[in-house]
T-cell receptor
Framework: AQTVTQSQPEMSVQEAETVTLSCTYD???????LFWYKQPPSRQMILVIR??????QNATENRFSVNFQKAAKSFSLKISDSQLGDAAMYFC???????????FGAGTRLTVKP | DGGITQSPKYLFRKEGQNVTLSCEQN?????MYWYRQDPGQGLRLIYY???????QKGDIAEGYSVSREKKESFPLTVTSAQKNPTAFYLC??????????????FGPGTRLLVL
């Protein structure tokens, strides 16, 4: 089974600065989908960004971008111009195209300092 | 507004009691999912359903049951056989039942506590 590892339980960033959250995964599949979800204190899971493994171009959504390194099985999230509202738990997730199996990492708690 | 609703927001269970968590979506999504989240951990899949009247066990289905009588609804019952039910429960849905690039969209969750 695929596994997702987030090696940073906690991270902090100064407001307006840039921070990168790490995620690695283990799989033998060549096609798959990767996601970053944000869980603020309300605990609602919110999709931040997604990446299809067959696309070489890194996904970008406004201030959020990813660095997808398929050979290294790495999928990091970069948040630029951090805002106080970015403070949350961030979960990396892997989705197989062959079934409904979505695997989540343990999460990284991001603190944004004013 | 389209979305996923879960009720109640908080639920208290007595020992030996079965309780049911509600999940409703008006997104016209075929697939629906139930996850459990424990402190300091990611989400773990309990059950999922690709179409009406069909559902599959996830990694931690023991002590739980589901039904899918309507496309919009996917209730989860936490039975007395679930010995450690205290957790945060999240319901999700995705546009198609077939595996693919579907993104899962989540409801606001239900916090279950054992008295």
């Amino acid at each position: 089974a695929q596994t997702v590892t987030q090696s940073q339980p906690e991270m902090s960033v100064q407001e307006a600065e840039t921070v990168t959250l790490s995620c690695t995964y283990d799989t033998s599949e060549s096609d798959y989908y990767l996601f970053w979800y944000k869980q603020p204190p309300s605990r609602q899971m919110i999709l931040v960004i997604r990446q299809e493994a067959y696309k070489q171009q890194n996904a970008t959504e406004n201030r959020f971008s990813v660095n997808f390194q398929k050979a290294a099985k790495s999928f990091s999230l970069k948040i630029s111009d951090s805002q106080l509202g970015d403070a949350a738990m961030y979960f990396c997730a892997y989705r197989s195209p062959y079934n409904n199996d979505m695997r989540f990492g343990a999460g990284t708690r991001l603190t944004v300092k004013p | 507004d389209g979305g996923i609703t879960q009720s109640p927001k908080y639920l208290f269970r007595k020992e030996g009691q079965n309780v049911t968590l509600s999940c409703e979506q008006n997104l016209n999504h075929d697939a629906m999912y139930w996850y459990r989240q424990d402190p300091g951990q990611g989400l773990r899949l309990i059950y999922y359903s690709q179409i009406v009247n069909d559902f599959q066990k996830g990694d931690i289905a023991e002590g739980y049951s589901v039904s899918r009588e309507k496309k919009e609804s996917f209730p989860l019952t936490v039975t007395s056989a679930q010995k450690n039910p205290t957790a945060f429960y999240l319901c999700a849905s995705s546009p198609e039942g077939l595996a693919g690039e579907e993104t899962q969209y989540f409801g606001p969750g239900t916090r279950l506590l054992v008295l």
